[in-house]
């Protein structure tokens, strides 16, 4: 794990800003940063037949990596989700996370759907899901979007990886590691649809 040390003024200067709550810098040492990247969303149920005719969205920590109107919805095969290759920079963020206190999140906000005409469009992919890397843990995890029995109206595995790849090490005293920090627990979701 290599070590950013020399950013751990600036980054949590920055992190100050961006978390409610936070007081100065000095409180809050002890800051991780993690890496998540998608490494594959596969579409199992499109809704149809073999497939679906898609549309919506799809956006990680607020980059879009797939979208399409409903006007424009068009079939899709079941499998792996083409993402545009000249975005591939769009399938991996980095954050910085305090370990003592305060939270931060990865969010995946899927809101992916198969237009039927003659019925109810299906749900394929629709919920946000908050993932907390110092609740799951570094390795390989899937977020599952399954509606209907047995997932029969539509369902999207997302693959993705977390690395914790580097540490802001308090240099005022003994505080690496999280004693009193968040409990783990693993991916939530919010606004689950109706
Ligand atoms: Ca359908
Ligand atoms: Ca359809």
Redesign the pocket.
């Known amino acids: 794990m290599r070590t950013y040390r020399t950013i751990c003024t600036a980054a949590l200067s920055l992190m100050l800003t961006l978390l409610p709550g936070s007081t100065a810098a000095a409180e809050d040492c002890g800051t991780q940063v993690w890496r998540m990247t998608i490494k594959e969303v596969d579409i199992r149920n499109g ?2 037949s073999g497939g ?2 898609l549309y919506g969205d799809l956006v990680f920590d607020g980059q879009y990596l797939w979208s399409k109107d409903r006007s424009d919805a068009a079939f899709v095969p079941d499998g792996p989700l083409a993402i545009d290759t000249a975005n591939q920079w769009k399938l991996w963020d980095e954050k910085l996370f305090p370990t003592t206190g305060g939270r931060n999140v990865f969010v995946v906000k899927a809101d992916l759907w ?1 237009y ?1 005409s003659l ?1 109810l ?2 749900r394929v992919a629709v919920d946000t899901y908050n993932v907390d890397p110092l609740g799951v843990g570094e390795g390989t995890h899937t977020l599952d979007y399954c509606y209907g029995s047995a997932c029969s109206e539509g369902r999207t595995v997302i693959t993705y990886v977390l690395e914790q790849v580097g540490e802001c090490a308090c240099s005022a005293g003994p505080q690496l590691g999280r004693p009193g920090g968040p409990t783990a627990h693993g991916p939530t979701r919010t606004a689950p649809p109706a």
Do not use: A, I, K, L
């Open positions: 809704g149809d679906g005719d198969d039927d019925t469009d299906d």
